[in-house]
């Protein structure tokens, strides 16, 4: 266990019958700032996040959230009391009233702040005596927000928060977060929209089929992740650019794309040298990496 | 507040439980000389066979039934597990709060009976006796507890905002077929509807009520830990 990890798994693995939900899952989530964990519909996000919380047993592997053993049940219980939760329906008991929520929710944290709590009722503006069921769906998320966050937890989780809202909630919803972070939460949220991600993300994790595919800090990927497509006038020399930093290379007829996460300035040199007739470096974008990396994960499982 | 929780989510159930218990007993007591064969038996008599002993009894198992139904499987269904399970809670505490309260509530129903057979007698200048009113809403207790027991372990096993009431309603018509199969007739105790009427306070009864209720809440705690959400 390290003290460096809001969320660290080993060999994480949960199999439903035949299916492997999630695979052999290594993740490692650092202290602080906000983390995206981006994946398509079914890549096994949703799940991770439950065994992260205690919801789902792991078939096998383990893991540490806040440095809690998450298949052990009273070390589970406490992170729980440091670790907020958002789900993806963001639902709360409708039968209850927002302020009759709050003083229910209230009750279990001893590190509840009431200052805060009226802050954010205040800043979100949730009318206090109306009953859950009436709230749209942009208030229902407020309101699963101010229950999250009146206890400044140490990690706040979040699934697909942005799910169902219009854009203005969305933006809200993105500006709250930013400045949770800012006030010291770890932010680990799950999402498909990757502009959401790459808007307010530090690092992000992308999943695919169960697997770790990616783990990259969003200013490495601005820094020095790049799509260098060269063209030359016979077949491409592909194993003359299996070099460090190259992540994969795709050909296609004399052209071949190259993607690197380091080392661009060495893979152009070496184009050169191999007499290119046409080189273009373009930068990649959060898209580009997790459409690359979703597509090269798919061929590789093919 | 776990408690305040569960008695938000089972007060409607409850309270129309009392009400229509509460009411339908008042007819019988005031309305007893309309009802065929009432006014021939003495009143005692009466109240053990039209309340204690009688329909109001199947009233009550049903209530019972409805009240067992709910927990963390028809949370999921809802929507709100999620934000229930990230509680810094045990699951068997919310399993033993839920349990905890329905309980009460079944005691609660076990008692209006009673209540209204108290209040409105003297009204009608009738008497019955308050030790054996008692002593029904005690075994009313235990045996709804134990019907209870069985409709929260369908509702802990089953998924699905109807398949746990269905269950239940299934299995307690088996179960009233099966204690009236003449092999088992001869185990009167393992009757839960002989023992609420029954005319004498069924002690091994009652402690077997208790402890089988206890055993299926515990097993029930049991498997909600075992469960993925």
Known sequence: MSDAWAI?????TKRYGTLDAVRSLDLKVARHGITGFLGRNGAGKSTTIKMLLGMTRPTSGSGTIVNRRIDHPRE???????????AEDKQTYAYMTVEQMIRFTRSFYTDWQPDLERRLLDELGLPARRKVKALSKGMRTKLALLLALARRPELLILDEPSEGLDPVSIEELLQT?????AEGTTIFFSSHQIAEVERI???VCIIDHGQLVADLSLDDMRQEYRR???????EPPVADFHMPGVEHVRTSGRQMDVFVTRNAAAVVERARRAAVVSLDVTPLTLRDVFLETVQHSLRETA | MLAYKAWRESQVRFLLGAAALGWFCGVFVVFRSGIRDGADKAYPTFIVDAIYAGGIRNLYVMF?????LGGLLQERARGTAGFTLALPRQRARHVAVRAAIGLGEVAGLASMPTLAVMLLSPLMREAYPLADALRF??????????LFAGSFLLSVLLAGPYSALASSMAALLAYSLLVNVSVIR??????????MGSPQLPVAGLVGAVLVTIAIVAFAAWMTEQQDF
């Open chain 1, 8 to 12: 660290d798994t080993q060999q994480l």
């Open chain 1, 76 to 86: 589970s219980l406490e992170a729980r009391r440091r670790v907020a939760y958002v």
């Open chain 1, 177 to 181: 977060l930013v400045a949770t972070a």
């Open chain 1, 201 to 203: 993300a530090d690092r």
């Open chain 1, 228 to 234: 260098i497509t060269l063209g030359f006038t016979s």
């Open chain 2, 64 to 68: 019972v039934i409805v009240l067992g």
């Open chain 2, 137 to 146: 809403s005690a075994q009313w207790a235990a045996g709804g507890a134990v």
């Open chain 2, 186 to 195: 001869r185990f009167p105790s393992l009757n839960v509807f002989s023992m």
